[in-house]
């Protein structure tokens, strides 16, 4: 890991290709995290329903999570402040708004992230019913995450990226895409009753709360200045092209294997889809299939845990700042301090225990609604502030604002995340 005193030496040169991809991390962390098996379920069955008919929206997806991963990123490096202290210069509301997010939204999150890599294990090895293999998981994720130092966790989320991206885009291999369809399926269209589906695929290629955790795991890896921009924006490039790559693989298997075929949705039309290919190829191809769903779901637990913990220290501490305290900057942020801190374990024991409740429960058809209504409130608050932060001429130095390009992205995701907001808010009331 390079120091923090290391960063000003990196402003002077330009950096190497070779130099920047030795740096690779947090990118990963970030957009294997967001990539959940519910990204994938939705884009199996947009793949089941129409085909290669919704590729455009996934390829427009990977580009709206890449400038939003770009944007977080710059903030933390150019204005030298944590995503928090950004917020808290927009008023109390924006603080108070997050924090009352991460709670409500932990506790739902939990339940479905621990469900989510038990049904392959479960798939794997019938010994425990899905609740016992999701508190398995659940723990481990909390072990791993209260005593695993960010390197440690890095190489992890690096192991599971590369065991999700092996499986996932060997399927899509083995299936065989048509390659004229998905070259059609670059052009914009919206077959019948397919825009709720465009909107998710837009809006679902790896976006959730931990593409603002994106900042403080830069921090983690010594990155605290303008001069580490280049190396941050070919990490969060390889993040999300690599894991826009698989979410095409499954548009793929989605689209030969099942394509017509009524799928419930929910993180069963995975397991759906590994008897399929049991059937057509034999019981081997099911096996590789189910060990890269558990590293996506599993991937999502160990970067929320983490991640998200680390915002909440962050609010718990911007929280109890006197109102008229001085703006802080990163150097009031001290990263080992935040995962040894009280606030950080706290919220590391709650996304993991209450939610087993709502395990009991069999993840009820309400759980699922509340989830994602839940995660469709956030993107737009991360989208909307961070235009108007990257645009301040008194927190962000003029050479690393927001140009017209970062703008143009940023102000189409925050429309496409109001879109997808809504479409939730009349789905619950229909």
């Known amino acids: 890991m390079t120091s923090d005193a290391d960063s000003s030496g990196v402003a002077e040169r330009r950096p190497t290709w070779g130099a920047r991809f030795k740096q690779v991390g947090p990118g990963i962390m970030a957009a294997a995290t967001g990539v959940g098996a ?63 997010y991460a709670v409500v939204w932990g506790f739902v999150y939990g339940a479905t992230a621990m469900s989510a890599s038990a049904l392959p294990l479960n798939a794997l090895f019938p010994v425990l019913p899905v ?4 508190v398995i998981c659940g723990l481990a994720g909390l072990v791993l995450v209260w005593f695993g130092r960010y390197a440690v966790l890095e190489k992890l989320m690096t192991v599971l990226v590369g065991v999700m991206f092996v499986t996932v885009v060997g399927t ?7 390659l ?9 269209r919206l077959p019948e009753g397919s ?40 990490d969060n490039a390889v993040g999300y092209l690599t894991t826009g790559i698989f979410v095409v693989a ?16 929910g993180d069963k039309g995975l397991l759906t889809l590994g008897d399929r290919l049991a059937a057509d190829y034999g019981q081997w191809a099911r096996i590789p299939f189910l060990v890269g769903f558990f590293a996506v779901a599993f991937s999502s637990i160990i970067g929320v ?23 802080e900057t ?62 301040s001429k008194t927190l962000m130095p003029a050479a690393h604002r927001s140009r017209w390009l970062s703008n143009a992205l940023l102000g189409l995701c925050l429309l496409l995340f109001v879109g997808v907001a809504v479409n939730e808010i009349i789905q619950l009331f229909e």
Request: aromatic fraction near 16%.
């Open 330 to 391: 990163s150097d009031d942020y001290d990263h080992k301090a935040g995962m040894h801190s009280t606030p950080y374990r706290v919220y590391l024991l709650w996304v993991t225990f209450p939610p087993m409740l709502l395990l009991l429960l069999g993840k009820p058809f309400q759980l699922t609604i509340v989830y994602g209504v839940l995660g469709a409130f956030f993107m737009p608050f991360l989208a909307g502030t961070l235009l108007v932060l990257l645009n």
């Open 131 to 134: 609740s016992g293999w999701a």
């Open 38 to 100: 519910g990204d994938l379920v939705a884009t199996l069955v947009a793949g089941s329903r129409y085909g290669y008919a919704l590729f455009w929206a996934v390829i427009l997806g990977t580009v709206f999570k890449l400038a939003l991963g770009e944007a977080v990123g710059r903030w933390h490096l150019a204005s030298n402040r944590t995503m928090l202290a950004g917020w808290r210069t927009l008023g109390r509301w924006a603080v108070t708004y997050f924090g009352i």
């Open 305 to 327: 845990w983490n991640g998200v913990s680390l915002l909440f220290a962050d609010w718990w501490r911007t929280w109890r700042l006197p109102k008229d305290a001085p703006p």
């Open 172 to 178: 899509a291999i083995l299936v065989g895409p048509n």
């Open 250 to 265: 499954m548009l793929v298997v989605g689209a030969e294997i099942l394509l017509g075929h009524d799928l419930t949705e």
């Open 195 to 234: 825009v709720a589906y465009a909107l998710g695929l837009m809006g679902g290629v790896g976006g959730t709360i931990t593409m603002a955790a994106y900042g403080y795991w830069t921090f983690a890896k010594g990155w605290r200045a303008p001069g580490w921009i280049p190396f941050m924006r070919t």
């Open 180 to 188: 004229v369809e998905l070259g059609a399926g670059l052009v914009p």
